[in-house]
């Protein structure tokens, strides 16, 4: 069994900050990708940022120069750093991990947490 829990959300003013953390728990053997996605009421998920073993980062283009991706391997974690938020960011964020069991690779997510940006 895997799980992926995710902390770090809440409310923040315009021009704030937040630091989202994912940690992984479980049958894990390896992660592969990491990342982050955030979803809005009737929009589909999107990709904010990713991050791969190596540190090789890919950011969704709006959040590119405020939002920072980082990952721990030893510690199964992904935390993402946002700064300079605006209202637009507000969402569900949601952690991802690509993950390998010893059998095989699959995608895992988070139960989400919520982010909220007051103008």
């Known amino acids: 069994q895997v799980q992926l829990a995710e902390s770090g959300g809440g409310v923040v003013q315009a021009g704030g900050f937040l630091r989202l953390s994912c940690v992984g728990s479980?049958?894990?053997?390896?992660?592969?990708?990491m990342g982050w996605y955030r979803q809005t009421p009737g929009k589909q998920r999107e990709l904010v940022a990713t991050?791969?073993?190596?540190?090789?980062?890919n950011y969704q283009d709006s959040v590119k120069g405020r939002f920072t991706i980082s990952r721990d391997n030893a510690k199964n974690t992904v935390h993402l750093q946002m700064n300079s938020l605006r209202p637009e960011d507000t969402a569900v964020y949601y952690c991802?991990?690509?993950?390998?069991?010893?059998?095989?690779?699959?995608?895992?997510w988070g139960q989400g947490t919520q982010v909220t940006v007051s103008s």
């Open positions: 479980g049958s894990i053997t390896s992660i592969n990708r």
């Open positions: 991050i791969d073993r190596r540190g090789t980062t």
């Open positions: 991802y991990a690509n993950i390998f069991t010893g059998f095989v690779s699959r995608d895992y």
